[in-house]
């Protein structure tokens, strides 16, 4: 019997209050074409249309253009149909044409990365039969002049020559409005737009040798393609790097039926959140622009006018406008379309609760009448999220668990910034006013373009308006200044989502890309000069301003007791030094899990009698040297103890190559040889003989203090020492000393009996007693496979899983930079092994050593200090395999604390 396998459906359709999809499949047809569904589904008036899934986009990068399109071919003609006779219009039609959008719609949010093209279907006959349909010529070729533009710069990709330049259309525009005296686009007349669609055409053809294609059924085809291409394009590649999204998930394609903002003054569009994305606060808010397209608004082009009359009677606060010009020139929509304000802010309150998050939503208003186009869980800075989880809970919508399962913990290290200090503000020369499109306070040198940012360490990239080319740029800055654009342009999305500072629409600046040059308020900056932006009030501010680290309070507390509230494996920091004890310890690290001894003996008055111990060819040489740094490490150790204030505190004994110690320039080798009063000669023989070739795997960790066990007797005695000090003064330690490197287990017992050894001769000596661990950091491999061996003699293992990869992999930490960015461009690794933890290879070694570690002694505590103690996926699996603590650096401390919970409760879930 022969079995027929049943057809793959690869095109749903939405519109006229039904979808064949919903918001559960988001990983098949993308956020925006489940959220269409949805909303077609649910009521809300949304322009009909087709979703083709994200597996066709997985099948044209596998396949090819010529089997996808025949495959999707037969179901995108009949989803058409279905459009048409909803709109009651037809495709390609010369006398009553159906005009299509095409978008891309990836399973999450990435604005701007992918391409989009509008009133698609245009051709020289169907934009007359468009005029006589709606009676409207100018809108006509309004659109078809867009249509133009878009496509050619989408599909035919007709960029800039140079960085330089502008878009090649946008100089075509410019140059007409200069011969007709014109400001804006809207002054044009209908003659101008005909010549502008005609040049447009012309310098495609100049540029590309080829006609522009008119067969709207063409144009379809190509767009389809264009957007599955622009998944693989730099900027979409460069931001799911950003966010570890893979490349594997591809995007949807949405075709929807035009609806028109650009048909006179009773239409418009405009891009509303249902809360303050950048604050939290809960006010609706948004930014339309009458007789205008989507693009417009995002593209920031035009200064968009507010949605809500608050919103607009802050913009113009911020503006210096007076209410008399706001009300006369910039009214809100809720002042200038009230019956359509009262319905955009009905369907706002009610896609909220319906989705329970905050909502970012674009409409169009078609000669009066009302569309929404999209609606997406908006984009938010860290400090938004914190207080829109925290306010969800209060108004009943959410639970506490599901409040913090929706905290991307990356996200909190935004509110971790240092802020700019009050007193400094009271004296900063403010240059000029924009909107304050992103929060925080960024401080840096000029740069005009986003591929030069890594010229000054800390820049502030200025332009007139940014694309999402400059998304590198962006992400690398420490702010983000534009000319144009309001608070929904792509600088501001962008912004928030990034956790970047942001100050957007300073109308002021006047930007010269040519002379590298920006002039504002009688002055003239150029590349290099200093700058401020306030991203909280949109002040720029000429030079530098002192910064101060940020106070931590209310929604931000919020969370920290619900992540303790759920959370059942402990945070540990690491930290070398009281101060960094101390921030840990505010941000609620439970203990240390990683103090680096070596840190210590690198100030200048410990330097030389590292030194000199260094070079003693003998074991009473070492101790005399070793006796000098003695009162400085117990010191030390005094000091972060106190900090600590009795919780456990893990040291790791000296653990890098001794050559890292010693100087190779020829003076400071000469100065080292006159204080030891022996030969230049004598100290170049002994430095020569610490070379090593390949240090990572040489004469380190405990092989040190096995070849000199002196070093450990020292360290040892310092650490035991100032425990016993602080209990004179009443305050307790907890040391849990950690011997590195272990690969043996006589390694271990050697080091053990001298750590022993030498605290029951303090102990004898003082005549007093203080509890102490001893235990290893697990990080070579064989270290893992007999961990049930060392767990007879440990009382503790901490993994340390930044040599545990090096050597697992073989990648040399240091050298790696130089290959790792191909391996992750080309698919070879999907994340650097070195910041996630890779859970297949290096995982499995851990879970080895944990488990094996636990049938010897099953109360063994486990724990992990490498840098992945902060990162959130690895922070899970070392809860999934039972790990007592994570330990990371001390602002990584509330990261791992949500991490940790939101872990706890996943697995309560599943």
């Known amino acids: 019997m022969e079995v027929v396998e049943k057809i793959k459906k690869r095109v749903y359709t939405f519109g006229n209050k039904k979808a064949e999809g919903n918001s559960k499949m988001k990983n098949l047809l993308g956020g925006k074409g489940a959220n269409l569904a949805e909303m077609s589904a649910i009521g809300i008036p949304v322009p009909p249309g087709f979703t083709i899934t994200t597996e066709v986009c997985t099948e044209y990068n596998a396949l090819g253009k010529g089997i996808v399109l025949a495959n999707i071919k037969k179901e995108v003609e009949k989803a058409v149909l279905s459009v048409e006779k909803i709109m009651n219009a037809k495709f390609g039609d010369s006398e009553n044409p159906l005009l299509l959008s095409v978008r891309s719609g990836a399973r999450v949010s990435m604005p701007g990365m992918m391409d989009t093209v509008l009133n698609l279907g245009l051709n020289d006959k169907v934009v007359v039969g468009l005029a006589k349909k709606t009676n409207n010529e100018r809108f006509a070729w309004d659109s078809y002049r867009r249509f133009v533009q878009m496509y050619g710069g989408v599909v035919l990709g007709m960029k800039p020559k140079s960085k330089t330049d502008i878009d090649p259309f946008e100089e075509i525009i410019e140059n007409l409005k200069e011969k007709r005296g014109i400001q804006l686009d809207t002054e044009f007349t209908v003659q101008d737009l005909k010549d502008l669609v005609f040049d447009f055409k012309k310098a495609v053809y100049h540029r590309l040798g080829k006609e522009f294609p008119s067969n709207p059924w063409d144009q379809l085809w190509m767009a389809i393609i264009a957007v599955f291409d622009s998944w693989n394009g730099k900027r979409a590649i460069y931001y799911r790097n950003m966010h570890g999204y893979p490349a594997d998930w591809g995007t949807a394609v949405n075709v929807q039926a035009m609806v028109f903002g650009n048909m006179g003054l009773n239409s418009g569009t405009g891009v509303c959140f249902t809360r303050d994305a950048g604050t939290g606060e809960d006010m609706f808010n948004g930014e339309y622009l009458i007789n205008a397209q989507g693009e417009d608004v995002v593209a920031g082009v035009r200064t968009p006018q507010q949605v809500t009359k608050l919103g607009s009677q802050r913009w113009a606060d911020l503006a210096q406008v007076t209410e008399k010009l706001r009300i006369n020139n910039y009214p809100s929509l809720e002042e200038l379309m009230p019956e359509i304000f009262d319905e955009l802010n009905e369907y706002q309150q009610l896609l909220e609760e319906h ?209 303790d509230k759920f959370a059942t494996m402990k945070v540990r920091t690491n930290a070398d030094t009281p101060k960094d004890a101390s921030i840990a310890k505010n941000f609620g690290a439970e203990g240390i899990g990683l103090t680096r001894t070596e840190h210590m003996f690198f100030e200048v008055d410990r330097i030389k009698a590292m030194r000199e111990m260094i070079l003693a060819d003998t074991v009473k040489g070492r101790k005399l040297a070793l006796a000098k740094l003695l009162p400085m490490q117990r010191e030390d150790f005094e000091g972060i103890f106190k900090a600590m204030q009795g919780l456990p505190v893990t040291i790791r004994l000296l653990d890098p ?254």
């Open 355 to 563: 989705y329970k998050d905050m909502q970012d939503m674009e409409f169009t208003i078609q000669e009066g009448k009302l569309w929404i186009l999209q609606t997406r869980n908006g984009k938010r800075t860290g400090a938004a999220m914190v207080k829109i989880a925290i306010d969800l809970i209060k108004e009943g919508l959410i639970s506490e668990e599901e409040a913090l399962l929706r905290i991307d913990p990356n996200k909190l290290d935004e509110l971790l910034h240092p802020v700019f200090d009050p007193n400094a503000l009271k004296d900063a020369h403010i240059i000029a006013q924009g909107l304050p499109a992103s929060p925080g306070a960024a401080t840096g040198q000029i740069v005009f373009f986003a591929d030069e940012v890594a010229k000054f360490k800390n820049s502030i990239l200025v332009r007139i308006e940014t694309s999402p080319e400059d998304l590198e740029g962006m992400n690398l800055a420490k702010g983000i200044l534009t000319a144009r654009g309001g608070m929904t342009s792509h600088a501001a999305v962008v912004a928030r989502g990034i956790g970047k500072c942001c100050v957007s629409g300073a109308g002021a600046l006047k930007i010269d890309y040519k002379d590298r040059s920006m002039f504002v308020d009688g002055k003239e900056y150029h590349e290099g000069d200093w700058i401020s932006l306030n991203g909280s009030t949109g002040n720029i501010i000429d030079g530098k301003v002192a910064t101060k680290e940020p106070e931590l309070t209310g929604e931000f507390g919020d969370i920290m007791e619900l992540a």
């Open 657 to 910: 190559p001794l050559h890292e110690f010693v100087p190779h320039q020829l003076a400071t080798l000469k100065e080292l040889a006159d204080e030891m009063h022996i030969s230049l000669d004598s100290v170049k023989v002994k430095v020569s003989e610490l070379e090593e070739f390949n240090p990572m795997l040489g004469h380190r960790g405990c092989r040190l203090g096995t070849t000199y066990p002196e070093i450990t007797e020292m360290q040892t005695r310092a650490i035991i020492e100032a425990a016993l000090n602080l209990k004179k003064e009443g305050i307790e330690a907890k040391p849990e000393i950690m011997i590195p490197l272990v690969g043996t287990f006589d390694e271990f017992v050697f080091q053990e009996n001298v750590i022993r050894e030498t605290a029951e001769a303090v102990f004898e000596e003082r005549q007093d007693k203080i509890d102490f661990s001893v235990g290893t950091m697990i990080e070579v491999p064989r270290a893992t496979l007999i961990a049930d061996k060392i767990a007879e003699r440990a009382d503790f293992f901490s993994f340390g899983t930044n040599d545990l990869t090096q050597m697992t992999y073989g990648y040399s930490r240091d050298d790696a930079g130089k290959f790792l960015p191909d391996y992750l461009e080309k698919g070879i690794l999907k994340n650097d092994p070195f910041e996630v933890l890779d859970q297949e290879g290096v995982g499995q070694l851990v879970h080895i050593g944990i488990t094996r570690g636990r049938s010897t002694k099953p109360n063994l505590k486990v724990g992990i200090c490498g840098e992945h103690g902060g990162e959130p996926s690895s922070v899970a699996f070392c809860y999934n395999n039972g790990m007592d603590y994570v330990s990371c650096s001390p602002y990584r401390v509330p990261i791992a604390r949500v991490a940790s919970a939101q872990a706890a409760l996943k697995a309560t879930l599943n």
